[in-house]
């Protein structure tokens, strides 16, 4: 018998566009004989729609052209499931698969309507969406179990920012400034001049109403996939090799200026380590289903050899933890699918798995 999935897509989000192509490679990769597949569009202004029509339209974003209906998730715990209100017709759901990257999607808010209705979800509950999308919680519950993370500075918008300025600087420059609650890369930028940190507060406090000011790491980024809720699987490292200043917005769906390595170019043992700051950071976090953890390693240097795989001996590095992405890009080419696919897990067995880990 199939099973019954909602895949939810789009949602009131500057992460919008992101999220319509990782659903649209979900919605194609999931098996017709599997699964009996509802589709939801959220819109930028929060509407929503059953929708019933070409998948390539979400892909192109002309979908609320196609045919759709007003529609939406019931918080009864009795119906665990969806109405279609212009035919008033109700659909039962065996789980949902919500695939909103950002603000409303990934930060809990989807996920406590699913957990208030009873249907299992694909991915973090509404306690480890909520956590990790909090940058500067994520680093604190990080620290408390021995994970280092960059030296940070929160700001509010009610905090006088002319009198911060000075213990801000004290981070040193080169200096990012980033929303807390925002994806992508958005709202973010890196600051180089001190006559250019006041406007970046104010840019990054157009995506949220807290901002985080965080030390450069000179080094560079890895991560790797966690898979699991009890037991726990870890794909193996890749490491961002940037061309640029930094991985922007532009950079992480382009990558016309990056390059990632698969298995990343670092020694065995320090991979392992990486590995081993993932599961932490993903237990501490309370986090199951699955997610990214990014990584930065600082200053990588060793007596001899060259960086990449190898026995090479004598490392000299510190491993910071960076973030986690409970809903990470989905798309075929996104670093996580890849990263799946280094463990042996192809795309539509990766959805098989991570539905079955619903709860």
């Not at 249907?119 to 994970?147: F, T, W």
């Not at 240097?301 to 409970?326: H, R």
């Not at 989905?330 to 670093?335: E, G, H, I, K, M």
């Amino acid at each position: 018998m199939k099973k019954s999935i909602a895949i939810i897509f789009g949602g009131c989000s500057s992460e919008y566009p992101v999220s319509l192509h990782s659903s649209y490679s979900v919605i194609k990769n999931l098996d017709d004989d599997k699964y009996e597949k509802h589709l939801i569009g959220i819109t930028e202004d929060g509407c929503w729609y059953y929708f019933d029509d070409d998948i390539d339209k979400i892909n192109d974003d002309t979908w609320q052209n196609g045919n759709v209906k007003k529609a939406f998730i019931s918080p009864d715990r009795n119906d665990r499931g969806l109405w279609i209100v212009d035919e008033n017709k109700f659909i039962h759901l065996d789980a949902v698969f919500p695939v909103l990257h950002g603000k409303n999607g990934e930060d809990g808010s989807i996920q406590g309507l699913l957990q208030l209705a009873g249907i299992p979800i694909v991915g973090c509950s509404m306690e480890a969406s909520v956590l990790c999308m909090d940058k500067y919680i994520a680093h604190r519950i990080a620290n408390d179990v021995g994970v280092k993370t960059p030296k940070n500075i929160m700001i509010h918008e009610w905090d006088n920012l002319l009198e911060m300025e000075d213990d801000i600087l004290k981070l040193g420059l080169p200096l990012f400034v980033k929303p807390i609650k925002a994806g992508s890369s958005l709202g973010m930028t890196k600051v180089h001049k001190e006559k250019d940190l006041i406007p970046a507060i104010n840019e990054a406090f157009k995506f949220d109403n807290q901002v985080i000011c965080e030390e450069n790491v000179e080094g560079f980024e890895v991560g790797c996939a966690v898979i699991g809720n009890d037991q726990l699987s870890v794909s193996p490292v890749d490491e961002i090799e940037l061309f640029v200043d930094w991985f922007d917005y532009g950079e992480k769906y382009s990558q016309l200026k990056s390059k990632i390595h698969l298995p990343a170019r670092i020694e065995d043992g320090l991979a392992r380590e990486v590995q081993n700051t993932a599961l932490k950071v993903y237990r501490a976090l309370c986090c199951e289903g699955y997610a990214r953890v990014d990584i930065f390693i600082r200053n990588l240097k060793q007596s001899s050899g060259t960086v990449g795989n190898g026995n090479n001996q004598n490392l000299n590095y510190e491993i910071l933890f960076n973030e986690i992405n409970t809903i990470p890009g989905l798309t075929d080419v996104s670093r996580f699918p890849k990263m799946a696919e280094a463990m042996g897990i192809e795309y539509s067995n990766l959805l098989d798995k991570l539905i079955e880990l619903a709860k």
